[in-house]
């Protein structure tokens, strides 16, 4: 496993339960970092190793990502001499697809690219003429004629038909939960077990869309409180907490701030809530299923709408507040049926076995 830091991501959350579940499954899993950063437990038994970039001149931009995968390259090569050759190499996140795409140890075929997210929508939308098409040219060159995993269908195709990308192989695999682990982190105590109350778990980003989420709810009419649980910078903090003064709901929105176990919060809510711009997938609204609460999510591109389907689908909404608003205030009066929801396809054994699969494959 390769990633750019353990910041308190879904991708990265995604890696450790990916990398718990294998070795539990009896393999070796050797985690590299690329970064310090890591704000989760590393699971008992994977290999963690943090390969950081000292370097400090002045032209270090200029050869990031060369330098990078020359240390990458070294820390495999070291891995592999003490404990034999790799047989799945698998890259999260697009800073570290780019670097491991420059490196000259890790082996082309047995080497996979787990796209997280929807890359139009996060690197396309604010660019314009030469900036746009420099993006979608290097983003091209870093997975054409490569192996991609996308956890949903979505991300592939947005790949595919945006940047034009020819990958060599292709699969969709979806993000794995540990549905026992879930659920019995969700026993923990929260401050506001046996109240009504709203939740929205997500670091504090422009593709999140707290703004659409905070002027939703001002027009939703619904006065129990609304849970943030995440953090950002103190620009983007102080600017939420701004908004809400400005919609006169300052008194009913918690910033409860990051927490690396959300369960206990989700469990006990009587919504969860995503007003994302594009969602990779949205592990938020699995796990939220998984600890019983209903969900209600923007029709963004990307994974929400394969996840709620049946009867879930009455949480979706239109992209813009005042569908958003409606969709929140008709889920909470009338909730869908979730107590039987099969989850096994989430499951971290159906999951896992994907992954495995691919190892046959070289």
Same mark, same amino acid.
Request: some cysteine; glycine content about 6%.
């Given at each position: 496993?390769?990633?750019?830091?353990?910041?308190?991501?879904?991708?990265?959350?995604?890696?450790?339960?990916?990398?718990? *579940?294998?070795?539990?499954?009896? !393999?070796?899993?050797?985690?590299?970092?690329?970064?310090?950063?890591?704000?989760?437990?590393?699971?008992?038994?994977?290999?963690?190793?943090?390969? +950081?970039? @000292?370097?400090?001149?002045?032209?270090?931009?200029?050869?990031?990502?060369?330098?990078?995968?020359?240390?990458?390259?070294?820390?495999?090569?070291?891995?592999?001499?003490?404990?034999?050759?790799? %047989?799945?190499?698998?890259? !999260?996140?697009?800073?570290?697809?780019?670097?491991?795409?420059?490196?000259?140890?890790?082996?082309?075929?047995?080497?996979?690219?787990?796209?997280?997210?929807?890359?139009?929508?996060?690197?396309?939308?604010?660019?314009?003429?030469?900036?746009?098409?420099?993006?979608?040219?290097?983003?091209?060159?870093? /997975?054409? !004629?490569?192996?991609?995993?996308?956890?949903?269908? /979505?991300?592939?195709?947005?790949?595919?038909?945006?940047?034009?990308?020819?990958?060599?192989?292709?699969?969709?695999?979806?993000?794995?939960?540990?549905?026992? @682990?879930?659920?019995?982190?969700?026993?923990?105590?929260?401050?506001?077990?046996?109240?009504?109350?709203?939740? !929205?778990?997500?670091?504090?980003?422009?593709?999140?869309?707290? %703004?659409?989420?905070?002027?939703?709810? +001002?027009?939703?009419?619904?006065?129990?409180?609304?849970?943030?649980?995440?953090?950002?910078?103190?620009?983007?903090? +102080?600017?939420?907490?701004?908004?809400?003064?400005?919609?006169?709901?300052?008194?009913?929105?918690?910033?409860? *701030?990051?927490?690396?176990?959300?369960?206990?919060?989700?469990?006990?809510?009587?919504?969860?809530?995503?007003?994302?711009?594009?969602?990779?997938?949205?592990?938020?609204?699995?796990?939220?299923?998984?600890?019983?609460?209903?969900?209600?999510?923007?029709?963004?591109?990307?994974?929400?709408?394969?996840?709620?389907?049946?009867?879930? @689908?009455?949480?979706? @909404?239109?992209?813009?507040?005042?569908?958003? +608003?409606?969709?929140?205030?008709?889920?909470?009066?009338?909730?869908?049926?979730?107590?039987?929801? %099969?989850?096994?396809? /989430?499951?971290?054994?159906?999951?896992?076995?994907?992954?495995?699969?691919?190892?046959?494959?070289?």
């Amino acid at each position: 496993m390769i990633i750019d830091g353990l910041p308190g991501g879904g991708a990265e959350k995604v890696v450790l339960t990916l990398s718990k *579940g294998l070795v539990d499954r009896g !393999h070796q899993v050797v985690l590299f970092s690329l970064r310090t950063v890591c704000d989760y437990t590393i699971p008992e038994g994977v290999d963690f190793q943090i390969v +950081a970039d @000292a370097c400090k001149k002045p032209w270090r931009k200029l050869t990031e990502l060369d330098r990078r995968a020359a240390l990458l390259d070294e820390a495999v090569a070291a891995a592999e001499t003490a404990g034999g050759r790799f %047989d799945l190499v698998l890259s !999260h996140l697009h800073k570290t697809d780019r670097i491991v795409s420059r490196c000259k140890r890790l082996r082309p075929e047995i080497t996979w690219f787990c796209i997280h997210g929807v890359f139009s929508a996060s690197y396309l939308s604010r660019r314009k003429g030469v900036s746009r098409w420099l993006k979608k040219c290097k983003t091209r060159s870093v /997975y054409r !004629h490569r192996n991609l995993i996308g956890v949903s269908q /979505y991300v592939i195709d947005d790949l595919k038909e945006v940047f034009h990308v020819r990958p060599n192989q292709n699969r969709v695999i979806f993000n794995p939960f540990d549905f026992d @682990a879930i659920r019995q982190l969700s026993l923990e105590p929260c401050s506001l077990e046996g109240t009504d109350y709203l939740i !929205h778990v997500g670091r504090f980003h422009q593709t999140k869309r707290h %703004d659409r989420l905070l002027r939703a709810y +001002a027009k939703s009419t619904l006065t129990v409180p609304l849970v943030l649980i995440g953090q950002g910078s103190s620009e983007a903090t +102080a600017a939420l907490k701004r908004l809400a003064e400005e919609l006169n709901i300052a008194d009913r929105v918690i910033f409860q *701030g990051f927490t690396s176990n959300p369960y206990p919060w989700i469990r006990h809510a009587r919504e969860l809530i995503v007003s994302s711009d594009s969602e990779g997938f949205g592990n938020v609204l699995v796990e939220a299923l998984i600890c019983g609460t209903p969900i209600v999510s923007t029709r963004c591109p990307g994974g929400p709408v394969s996840i709620m389907t049946g009867d879930l @689908a009455r949480g979706l @909404a239109e992209m813009n507040e005042d569908s958003l +608003a409606a969709t929140m205030k008709a889920i909470y009066q009338h909730p869908p049926a979730i107590a039987d929801l %099969d989850l096994t396809i /989430y499951s971290i054994e159906a999951v896992c076995q994907q992954y495995l699969d691919l190892i046959t494959l070289e």
